[in-house]
């Protein structure tokens, strides 16, 4: 009987096991996805309030993971936060390595979207929401990939640190905190997930990987005009609102010097490689001579190469005025600028200056960014990201590229630490919406994201 009684159960348990559901493994693709679609649902905006948030709720999932509640630190920095943990080797055969990304996303407007920006959506193979490209993509892909690596028994043989900003998106306080701290804990070289990546072609098919190892610096210059104003019916010789509008079409009219280093020199050359068209013959051109005037203007004429060649300043705010029924008294003009390596702000506020044409303009200086050369482009490195990009696609090469607007990667390389952008998510140009309305990425994007993570730590922390 007691036989009996013990094969039923048997049975039953058997039963029992086979219809439920199998347990995901620790950060596999289901995993991660399932982090990235909650972590949206935190609206991490400047002013919201809700950074901290985010930043606890990653602390909560690492510890979930099996790290130690005690080597992650949140810490609180007026409206929003910093993350950093550190993953300690049992015994260190090399110094530190850090990974990093932000914690903060750009604003979005819900009347403005298809779906809520702050839900994330999956729906026709793409899952929807703010930041799921910028940057909670490769956060959560870093984050399962150390949870399978750590419930796998991975054992670094350096200590990886894990730092997540709080405010990329505008003033980079908090990056310009956590670079020092990284150069005071003798940091070697960091790997920002929010920079680099891959192209897909309009079928899908991977065709190129950057391999962020510049950028371009960042300024915002506020340029104000004033004057008496006055009544409506009376206007003078001059009006604020006006002098600002032939300044703005000034810049906006305005082209800089073309400008070439070694990264976007070895990255226009491959890229016009894989382009038989005009274009392709532009890069190959300005590659060989910056002083090609032809193909600097087919380089400029392209939205996507004209941020590669030189700074660009575009008027992108204006506020003016108080009165339907008077001269406007004063009127501000926001210009924003992406510095090429190698000029320094002030020299471009001077060359504002002179385009502006107007010597009673005011300057002010917003947020403006360190100005930083390349990184060295290290044999370990690139060696890491290539055997990463190899296992995605067979014998496509990984490029070291310049990224036209700064990233947390700035503040580091401003302090000497080696930077570079190693961004797991392969992308067709027609799919981003960055800062946009409907930011989306393929759902097919994760698995290959998690390779593309755990052969770069392999290759660099083991």
């Known amino acids: 009987m007691k036989n009996a009684i013990s094969r039923v159960q048997a049975a039953l348990l058997a039963a029992t096991l086979l219809a439920a559901p199998a347990l995901a493994a620790p950060g596999d693709a289901a995993d991660a996805k399932r982090l990235l679609m909650d972590s ?16 606890r709720f990653y602390r909560d999932w690492l510890v979930q993971a099996g790290f130690a509640a005690a080597d992650i630190t949140v810490a609180d920095m007026a409206d929003t936060a910093t993350f950093h943990m550190v993953w300690r080797a049992a015994k260190a055969t090399a110094r530190p390595i850090a990974f990093t990304g932000h914690l903060d996303v750009v604003e979005a407007d819900p009347k403005d979207w298809t779906r809520d920006p702050f839900v994330a959506v999956e729906e026709g193979g793409f899952i929807f929401g703010r930041g799921v490209h910028d940057n ?47 150069q005071a804990l003798g940091i ?16 899908g098919k991977p065709y190129f990987y950057k391999l962020q190892a510049a950028e371009k610096s ?10 008496p104003g006055g009544h409506s019916s009376a206007p003078g010789a001059s009006n604020a609102i006006a002098r600002a ?8 009219a305005h082209r800089w010097p073309a400008q070439i280093n070694d990264i976007t020199r070895a990255a226009l050359a491959d890229a016009g490689r894989q382009r038989p068209d005009e274009l392709g013959q532009a890069m190959t051109r300005f590659a ?53 390596p190698g000029t320094s702000i002030a020299a471009v506020q001077t060359e504002l200056a ?19 050369p390349p990184s060295p482009l290290r044999a370990d490195v690139t060696a890491a990201v290539q055997a990463a990009v190899s296992a995605r696609s067979p014998g496509l090469k990984a490029t070291p590229g310049m990224d036209a607007g700064a990233t947390d990667s700035v503040f580091w390389r401003a302090l000497g630490i080696p930077s570079y952008g190693v961004s797991g998510l392969f992308m067709r140009a027609e799919d981003v919406f ?25 290759r660099l922390a083991r």
């Not at 990886?160 to 020092?180: M, V």
């Not at 509008?245 to 906006?252: E, H, K, M, P, S």
Request: hydrophobic share 45%; aromatic share 6%.
């Open 40 to 55: 949206v649902g935190i609206a991490s905006v400047k002013g919201r309030g809700e950074t901290p948030k985010l930043a």
């Open 136 to 182: 909670k993509f490769d956060i959560a892909a870093l984050l399962a990939t150390f949870a399978r690596l750590k419930a796998a028994g991975f054992q670094p043989k350096r200590d990886i640190h894990l730092f997540l900003s709080g405010d990329e998106e505008t003033d980079g306080i908090t990056s310009a905190a956590q670079a020092k701290q990284a």
């Open 188 to 203: 070697e070289l960091m790997l920002n997930s929010d920079g680099g990546g891959g192209g897909l072609d309009a079928a």
């Open 218 to 227: 960042y300024a915002d210059f506020t340029m104000t005009i004033t004057d």
């Open 245 to 252: 509008g032939l300044v703005a079409a000034r810049i906006a």
């Open 288 to 340: 060989a001579d910056a002083r090609d005037a032809g193909a600097v203007a087919i380089l400029r004429a392209n939205p996507g190469t004209i941020g590669q060649i030189a700074t660009t300043c575009v008027p992108t705010m204006v506020t003016g005025g108080h009165a339907p029924n008077a001269l406007p008294q004063k009127v501000a003009l926001t210009v924003n600028c992406r510095i090429f």
């Open 354 to 372: 002179r385009i502006a044409e107007d010597p009673g303009i005011s300057f002010a200086t917003g947020v403006d960014w360190p100005v930083t």
């Open 434 to 458: 960055i800062h946009g309305l409907d930011e989306r990425i393929p759902t097919s994007a994760i698995a290959p994201a998690l390779q593309h993570w755990e052969i770069i730590l392999n």
